[in-house]
């Protein structure tokens, strides 16, 4: 079952995050984080993708729907309307 491969995920998740100018590791994990619930550190490491690669659309959208089921939705808006200008 995926949910007891969790921290064994973290720890590749980890070794990957080592690279500090890495925002596919970044993306990925806060991707993961966020289907796990964990808001927070999820909107973070979004947050720190997008800052690493502004032309990472799939983390403006993954960030916009992290905002809108935290009941965000005001948020939400701006990551979706640079999905639009990249796009």
Do not use: C, M
Not at 5 to 34: C, V
């Amino acid at each position: 079952h995926r949910a007891n491969r969790w921290p064994e995920a973290q720890q590749h998740f980890h070794a990957a995050l080592a690279d500090a100018k890495y925002a596919a590791a970044r993306f990925n994990y806060g991707t993961a984080l966020a289907e796990r619930g964990e808001v927070k550190p999820a909107e973070r490491y979004l947050r720190e993708a997008i800052q690493l690669d502004p032309a990472l659309v799939d983390a403006y959208l993954n960030l916009s729907n992290l905002l809108l089921t935290s009941n965000r939705a005001a948020q939400a808006v701006a990551p979706l309307e640079t999905v639009l200008r990249l796009r």
